[in-house]
């Protein structure tokens, strides 16, 4: 929601945005902060996600990145949904985390946030929606792989390691290449969403029950049933280094999201020479991004990747790349603008020979942030 001079004063989410809406405008409201609201709204913006999960996740990433006045919760940079980490330090650990929203110029002569990464390339894992589900997976990786949870080593193992919740790493319990290969190990589980993970640990229930370990069997369990019910997949926050605009191609417009450092951040109309067929997103490419670029640009339709690619470097737009995906995460993220695209404009959606925008029809996304 925006005011008259466009700055967004509030942020939120609706599976069934009729109803929010009517929540708002059609109800008799008490508190003075709402009808507050209500008289400052001279626009309103939608974005479509796919699922749930994509929702919760964008809507707490934008809040944090432009603090709307109307929104109370979520603000703080430590708070809402956080990730795991690896840390890269000799003797790795598992720590929680929440991610630097910032773009690499605010952070330019800023310390971190709260709760930020420490080192330059930790190995995140995440972002995690529910506290409960990475509390459950963090007390998982505690209990299974026994990896170090002190911030500091000791010289001496502590309580930890006679509790059977640590490998006792600080005094040579377990060497350092046998430690960090269990650290590989809990990495991956992590990392990957094979149900084969879930049958090993199964596995490695069904032996602490022939052993008698009932107790640990019982652990086992309610760890399976917690990874059992993995988060929705999601495509707006995403572990990348990089600058990504995302641009689908109508009969008129053309819509292009902005994707910074793997976080899906707006969504914006422009026009452009349709009129011109084939060589119109050619031209459009050309003309928009002749003096800035982001590091890549995706696209759903083009006459010449090649060319357009080598005439942005040549103009200074030096490892720029100009993408148009057939299958995978990149084309997802092309459906999604597409979209967003016939929501906003009305049209149909514009097929073409690319693969990309030639999918299979699928379900229609719900709507989020």
Excluded: W
């Amino acid at each position: 929601m925006r005011n008259n001079d466009g700055e967004i004063i509030y942020i939120g989410k609706a599976k069934q945005l009729r109803n929010r809406l009517r929540s708002y405008f059609q109800t008799r409201h008490t508190s003075k902060r709402l009808l507050q609201l209500v008289s400052e709204i001279a626009s309103i913006e939608v974005m479509i996600v796919n699922n749930e999960s994509e929702s919760l996740i964008l809507e707490n990433n934008l809040i944090k990145i432009h603090k709307p006045v109307y929104n109370r919760a979520l603000k703080k940079d430590n708070s809402g949904y956080a990730y795991l980490q690896m840390t890269d330090e000799p003797l790795p650990r598992i720590d929680v985390l929440y991610r630097d929203r910032r773009t690499p110029e605010e952070r330019k002569g800023k310390s971190p946030p709260a709760g930020a990464p420490s080192g330059d390339q930790p190995h995140r894992f995440g972002p995690y929606y529910s506290s409960r589900f990475r509390n459950a997976v963090l007390a998982f990786i505690t209990d299974h792989y026994r990896l170090r949870s002190c911030v500091s080593l000791p010289k001496r193992a502590c309580l930890l390691y006679h509790i059977h919740r640590c490998s006792g790493v600080c005094e040579g319990h377990i060497s350092p290449e046998a430690y960090r290969e269990t650290a590989r190990e809990a990495a991956q589980l992590l990392t990957s969403r094979d149900g084969r993970l879930i049958e090993t640990m199964r596995a490695k229930m069904d032996e602490y029950a022939e052993r008698m370990e009932y107790e640990r069997a019982g652990n086992m369990l309610s760890h399976i049933r917690v990874l059992e019910r993995l988060p929705e997949r999601q495509i707006v926050d995403r572990e990348l280094d990089t600058v990504q605009e995302v641009l689908y191609f109508g009969r008129r417009d053309v819509l292009i999201a902005r994707v910074q450092e793997g976080m899906l951040r707006s969504f914006a109309l422009h026009p452009y020479a349709g009129s011109l067929g084939e060589s119109g997103p050619d031209q459009f490419l050309l003309s928009h991004y002749r003096d800035q670029a982001p590091d890549e640009l995706i696209v759903s339709r083009v006459q010449d990747a090649a060319a357009v690619q080598s005439a942005l470097r040549r103009a200074g737009r030096k490892g720029l790349r100009v993408t148009v995906p057939r299958r995978g995460l990149k084309a997802e993220l092309l459906r999604l603008c597409r979209h967003n695209y016939v929501h906003r404009t009305g049209e149909d959606a514009v097929e073409s020979a690319s693969p990309a925008t030639a999918a299979k029809p699928e379900a229609s996304p719900q709507l989020g942030s």
